[in-house]
């Protein structure tokens, strides 16, 4: 599907759609302002002859020339490659609504939920960039490249015309470019049915997590809504804490977006044996609360009734794009419609992340990510694009991946990662214990693969299979006695294909 015609260049901005606002943002002009004003110094004269010519005195941020709105992974991935190209001393500024620099989100269902006396992951461990191996990006980090943060204080609205956007206390911010990065907030039950009560819980941020903590350390009956990624990951945890856990979802079974059938019944069945108990099938009606005001029981429509002390809803993500409706959303799959390069309709104003609807180059569709290796991703090549003369577009692979019950004592790590599109027929090869491989087929090509408790080896070989999409016998890999044999198969293949 080709980009919306919404989405368009300016003759009056740059190649790589910089606003014409800060004469910084083209190499040239650059080079030539620093050469005519030497004698009073570059920052000087940028101060008297650009900034002052907007009233610099009434806006409340230094740094002007990029500013990036949201402090999630993504905003800490660009802020690298800012870094990385010599672009943000003293004119990059993030704006966020959390208390705390850019971390790696995952951990808050993962590691951060583990009991107490297992070593639970907590701040600065695992600031932005340690997720791919990269420096961890703490407060200081941030004022020692010279990024302005500003903290609690989300944006609440942009001034297309006047290049300048509000936050909630009354802030004005002024920007050359404008990279949008707010991310997603949970999805909520209504007030009406309980969705408020005390002891209900969302995780999206680390004050959720600690909420849910404090929680947890008093909490005897836990009910999990939503069979997801976030359902599964918080009930790990819960049996580290020795928890009576009771999952509840409206599906026939666990990930049904990407799981298949036989492949959920391998991971519900672990969970069983460790205690986890699931109610499939079930509409919620209301959560009620005790004598105490909190939440003591969730009323399921069939009139049955759920004893929690506890409840954690995990039932889905909306993109935070409310302040950024004239930027132009798309319809189908949410978020704010961009290009290969990330440029929103708006010529300097740039979305990444979770909010980014972008054009899937490798299956010729829009999509939507919800995940951190695309936050990541989008980050990197949107600033690429914007900073240099790089114009391909983005290229992404869709992946996922989930870990669970790795804390101290657990019963058995597990660690699964998909690559590819979940389309067409499925060959699954294994018993779980000790590895399970789930293959997708469409027309003969391979178009996806999820491998569980594989070696390092062997989840390399999942994106290469995945981008490759190699035809493959499946008479070969449903009579594969092992998910070595079956990776074999696949590799062979691959080579078949070269």
């Avoid at 409340?60 to 402090?71: Q, T």
């Avoid at 600031?127 to 191996?133: E, L, Q």
């Avoid at 909010?355 to 990510?369: E, G, Q, S, W």
């Avoid at 790795?406 to 660690?415: A, D, H, L, M, V």
Wanted: aromatic share 10%; charged share 20%.
């Amino acid at each position: 599907m080709a980009v919306s015609s919404t989405i368009s260049s300016n003759p009056m901005s740059f190649k790589h759609g910089l606003s014409l606002w800060c004469p910084q943002s083209s190499p040239s002009l650059h080079r030539t302002l620093q050469s005519s004003s030497s004698s009073i110094g570059f920052k000087t004269f940028l101060r008297n002859h650009v900034v002052a010519a907007s009233s610099s005195s009434s806006f409340a941020n230094e740094n002007r020339e990029y500013v990036i709105v949201g402090g999630g992974n993504a905003a800490g991935y660009a802020a690298r490659s800012f870094v990385e190209h010599g672009m943000a001393d003293g004119r990059l500024c993030i704006v966020t609504k959390e208390a705390y620099a850019p971390y790696e989100r995952p951990a808050l269902t993962k590691g951060y939920l583990f009991p107490l006396d297992k070593k639970p992951a907590r701040l600065p461990g695992f600031h932005t960039c340690v997720g791919s191996g990269g420096e961890r990006q703490t407060p200081d980090w941030y004022k020692e490249k010279g990024i302005e943060m500003l903290y609690e204080d989300p944006v609440t609205g942009i001034d297309i015309e006047k290049q300048t956007a509000t936050t909630i206390s009354g802030k004005l911010l002024k920007y050359g470019t404008l990279i949008v990065a707010t991310g997603c907030t949970a999805t909520r039950f209504p007030e009406k049915i309980g969705g408020n009560l005390p002891g209900v819980h969302y995780i999206r941020d680390v004050a959720d997590a600690d909420s849910l903590i404090s929680s947890l350390e008093k909490a005897h009956k836990l009910v999990v809504v939503g069979g997801g990624y976030i359902g599964m990951e918080v009930a790990a945890a819960a049996v580290g804490w020795k928890l009576d856990t009771t999952i509840i979802f409206p599906e026939n079974h666990l990930l049904q977006r990407l799981f298949t059938p036989s492949l959920a019944q391998k991971y519900e069945e672990f969970y069983q044996e460790n205690g986890v108990k699931f109610i499939k099938g079930a509409s919620i009606k209301n959560l009620e609360a005790g004598s105490d005001g909190r939440v003591a029981s969730i009323k399921l429509e069939n009139g049955s009734t759920i004893e929690a002390d506890t409840v954690i809803i995990g039932i889905g993500a909306k993109p935070a794009v409310s302040p950024f409706e004239r930027l132009g959303l798309n319809n189908s799959v949410g978020g704010i419609q961009v290009d290969g390069q990330f440029r929103t309709g708006i010529p300097g104003i740039f979305a990444i992340g979770d909010v980014a609807a972008f054009p899937l180059k490798m299956y010729n569709r829009m999509a939507r990510v919800e995940h951190v290796d695309h936050a990541r991703r989008s980050a990197q090549h949107c600033v690429k694009s914007l900073i240099t003369a790089h114009t391909s577009s983005y290229d992404y692979l869709p992946s996922f991946y989930s870990r669970v019950f790795e804390y101290e004592g657990s019963p058995r790590k597990i660690w699964w990662q998909f690559f590819g599109d979940n389309v067409g027929e499925t060959i699954q090869v294994g018993n779980f214990d000790p590895k399970i491989a789930t293959f997708w087929i469409d027309s003969g090509k391979l178009k996806g693969v999820l491998l569980e408790s594989g070696s390092p080896e062997e989840f390399q070989l999942l994106p290469e299979l995945a981008k490759s999409q190699p035809f493959v016998d499946k008479s070969k890999l449903q009579s594969a006695s092992s998910v070595e044999e079956a990776l074999e198969i696949a590799r062979t293949s691959l080579q078949a294909a070269v």
